[in-house]
């Protein structure tokens, strides 16, 4: 019988950077938009020969990259392996088709099942595992970016629009050659946190197939339980195999709010994790899955949502998103470079992030104590600009209301500066997605930008090759699976670069006798024209952005608006009061900005009754009220 686990996607309204060392917290919100995994059985019967086998069949499909992989995962070290000669692609061939965070999604929930099972359950783990796992993915349309099937089909860019689409719509490829062999896909996403809701959903679905928690009894499980929860199974394994997928230990936010659901979060100490990074030295998956399991996760989160009467929004500008390790990056330089002053604008937006956590709880509070005087008023406010609402105040009940609601949008602005101002500090390298320069340049001088591609120089965060001309060889590039992938596209000369005079200049080394300097300074000048012309993307809430937000903030009825997390080029948000999001969704409307049907959803990791495609549309989505 087929598994159906989904887990939500997140907003992160505070916290952005801060989040990222104890004990700083930030506020998270989960959505309606869900991913989904599905997992069944991939054989009816054991094989009567599978008794000697050493491996069991693993299919992965995602139905919207019309991809299928197989896999082999070994039955005593639970690893997973591509089985290569057998690999399917259903419309186009991709030569980069790996989706890790499945991949370790698999080996650490198998594995948890097999380390915590006595004898007996192992010896049936071991039948079920050689029926092989059917595993699907598939995830709400709100996390990738549909505009263009939008506009192909001659439609406004509207809420409405966006739900005449199928559930699941196939996402974009991008041709960039006429041999489909050179083809890739091009996923712009929203930023709602796709990998993190995949990874949940995949190890929640396979923990609950093979036995290893019960999803349907988690609203029964409370806080005051001895022991973790099949919740906190649920979370360190995917936590775990998130950050492996990633290369790097992360936060952890949305990983805990795809679990929980909306919350307030401090992260965990890294360390809980140490075992499964040093895994590839030595030590095997059970080993590091009981150290996993038996850590001291010093995580807390608390209960968040968004007070009564208020509703959250997102619009995706059409930039495609941001590279959130980049932008991080820069930040953690600029903190090591100038302590001083990052530690006094780490302080200030660490103030201002609880100042809104503040406003919001007590109008949270107020709704609970006083309805109807904070019914009455978030009705009045919601049709007047901000600097009408006191007035519409008539008794002490609504005026504490008001003075709550000003103090929320107080602090939003504040969190605004002084994210504007590490941005700006820290020169968080933004480029605009999708942007890239016709260069002129002879081919020589291409081939010593591949030059500084083999001394690694084009490996830092700070750097970029969007394509390549199909002249050059890409074998420079191959040893970086980030730029080799990059590299697989051939069409006329277009690059796109951000890199500092520095970098260039310690590429080419200080030897002035060299024949190619003149070329050099070709490059350079180049360059820095491009940083200059540019410079608006070079923070943290780009110049567009923040005219899109300042506009929305002066809206009747809008209390907060920001781009969540790390900020860039994501959907930006926004939380109303009552019915006034129409008008927002239409103001966005008119500049380009297309509103999801997206809203907070406070639910985590939840098992599903059946396969989401046989309702035509999620639940959660369908059941979004468009004004």
């Not at 989040?19 to 700083?24: Q, T």
């Not at 850590?295 to 807390?300: C, K, S, T």
């Not at 500066?417 to 081919?443: D, K, W």
């Not at 002066?554 to 080029?569: I, K, R, S, T």
């Amino acid at each position: 019988m087929a598994v159906v686990a989904s887990a939500p996607g997140k907003v992160l309204m505070t916290g952005g950077y801060l989040v990222l060392e104890r004990p700083n917290a930030g506020l998270v919100l989960s959505t309606n938009a869900r991913f989904f995994a599905i997992v069944k059985p991939l054989y009816e019967d054991v094989k009567p020969d599978s008794w000697a086998w050493a491996w069991a069949d693993v299919k992965l499909t995602s139905p919207q990259l019309s991809r299928e992989s197989l896999y082999k995962l070994g039955l005593k070290n639970f690893t997973i392996e591509r089985d290569s000669s057998r690999q399917v692609y259903v419309i186009i061939s991709l030569v980069e088709s790996r989706n890790p965070f499945v991949e370790q999604a698999v080996q650490y929930a198998v594995t948890a099942a097999h380390a915590t099972f006595d004898k007996n359950k192992k010896e049936w783990l071991h039948k079920l595992l050689l029926q092989g796992l059917d595993i699907t993915i598939l995830g709400a349309n709100e996390f990738y970016s549909y505009r263009n099937q939008i506009e192909a089909r001659g439609l406004p860019l509207t809420p409405e629009a966006l739900a005449t689409l199928p559930a699941f719509t196939l996402i974009t490829f991008n041709i960039g050659d006429s041999n489909a062999e050179n083809c890739k896909p091009e996923v712009a996403k929203t930023g709602l946190g796709s990998s993190a809701a995949m990874t949940t959903a995949v190890v929640a679905a396979l923990l609950h197939y093979l036995g290893v928690v019960n999803l349907s009894s988690i609203e029964d499980q409370h806080q005051e339980m001895k022991g973790p929860t099949d919740l906190d199974v649920v979370h360190m394994i995917a936590q775990t195999a998130h950050c492996i997928a990633q290369g790097k230990v992360g936060s952890g936010f949305d990983v805990s709010s795809a679990v929980y659901g909306s919350q307030r979060y401090v992260r965990f100490s890294p360390e809980v994790i140490s075992s499964a990074q040093i895994a590839a030295k030595g030590l095997s998956l059970q080993e590091v899955i009981v150290d996993i399991l038996k850590g001291e996760w010093d995580h807390e989160r608390t209960k968040f949502s968004l007070p009564p009467l208020m509703t959250l929004l997102l619009g995706e500008p059409g930039t495609g998103g941001s590279s959130t390790p980049s932008m991080v990056g820069a930040v953690k330089k600029w903190q090591k470079s100038d302590p001083q002053k990052s530690l006094d604008t780490w302080t200030k937006l660490s103030m201002a992030n609880s100042s809104l956590e503040v406003q919001l709880n007590m109008l949270s509070k107020l709704a609970e104590e006083h309805w109807g005087a904070y019914q009455c008023i978030i009705n009045s406010c919601s049709r007047l600009r901000s600097d009408k609402w006191l007035e519409q105040a008539s008794e002490p009940n609504q005026k504490a209301v008001v003075k709550a609601l000003l103090g929320a949008r107080d602090a939003m602005l504040g969190i605004r500066y002084h994210m504007r101002q590490m941005g700006e500090a820290a020169g968080v390298p933004v480029l605009i997605p999708g942007s890239v320069m016709a260069l002129s340049y002879p081919l020589e001088v291409l081939q010593l930008i591949f030059v500084l591609a083999e001394a690694k120089l084009l490996e830092c965060n700070q750097c970029m090759i969007a394509t390549i001309y199909p002249s050059l060889p890409t074998s420079s590039l191959t040893r970086n699976t980030e730029h080799s992938r990059l590299g697989l596209v051939t069409c006329p000369i277009l690059v796109s670069i951000d890199c500092s005079q520095e970098d260039i200049q310690q590429g080419f080394g200080s030897d002035g006798s060299r024949e190619d300097q003149g070329i050099y300074a070709k490059i350079n000048v180049q360059l820095h024209n491009f940083r200059q012309t540019n410079k608006s993307s070079q923070v943290i809430e780009p110049e567009s952005q923040t005219q899109l937000l300042d506009a929305t903030m002066n809206m009747e009825g809008v209390l907060l608006a920001g781009v969540p997390g790390a900020g860039g080029f994501d959907a930006i948000f926004a939380v109303t009061l009552g019915d006034s999001g129409s008008n927002v969704t239409k103001m966005w409307s008119s500049v380009n900005v297309l509103a999801l049907l997206v809203r907070e959803d406070p639910r985590g990791v939840s098992l599903e009754k059946e396969d989401p495609r046989t309702t035509g549309i999620t639940a959660a989505v369908s059941s979004v009220h468009i004004e």
